[in-house]
């Protein structure tokens, strides 16, 4: 039976700090969370997390925050998407997503609870929609899944855009990419920044 289009999920919002950040290198996940409603304040490492924050993000900030700073550098960033069910995410996209979300005026890449609490729903927001998109359940998006997630976002790639985008993870082996998660988050983001860019909107 042939899916209808009538749901067409959007792209997570960017950080502000989005564009003013250069980059230049390298148990199953249960997608978003409702608000989280209690009467006293979470206890955090940092004292910075709001009553409405989920007690799983605040969990894994502070499990992995052991040097107890109250933010989070590459490994420990590393250990809280690993403690809240993200497996197998490359240490290059662990920097992407340092170099996006960290406060553009802190000059260390490191996260703390405000940034990480984005960082934690905008990865829940694209789990969400890599799993729609990957209908053959392989774990990977394939070029036509992702066209098609491309398409229903609202981005409308010609196929030579599409191909230079995938080759840029090309393993150098001349096999068809196909993308895993992590691969598909760094894509969905440049995309949807370049998009933005093209439209005029900050």
């Known amino acids: 039976m042939a899916s209808s289009n009538a749901y067409a999920p959007s792209a997570p919002e960017l950080p502000e700090s989005f564009g003013q950040q250069q980059y230049d290198g390298e148990n199953r996940y249960s997608y978003a969370y409702p608000s989280y409603q209690q009467t006293q304040q979470l206890s955090s490492s940092s004292g910075m997390f709001s009553p409405e924050t989920h007690p799983q993000i605040v969990r894994s900030f502070e499990s992995a925050d052991r040097d107890r700073s109250g933010f989070l550098e590459e490994s420990e960033l590393r250990q809280a998407l690993l403690l809240s069910g993200y497996e197998g995410i490359s240490n290059r996209t662990i920097r992407f997503l340092l170099f996006i979300y960290k406060s553009p005026g802190d000059s260390l890449l490191r996260l703390g609870p405000k940034e990480y609490v984005e960082l934690w729903n905008c990865l829940a927001q694209w789990r969400a929609i890599f799993d729609r998109y990957d209908r053959d ?41 196909d993308l895993c998660f992590d691969s598909f988050l760094e894509c969905g983001m440049i995309v949807k920044h370049v998009i933005c860019l093209l439209s005029g909107i900050d």
């Open 137 to 177: 359940r392989s774990g990977k998006i394939n070029a036509t899944e992702l066209r098609d997630a491309f398409f229903h976002l609202g981005y409308m790639l010609p196929t030579s855009v599409l191909q230079l985008i995938v080759s840029q993870f090309d393993d150098g082996t001349g096999k068809t990419v």
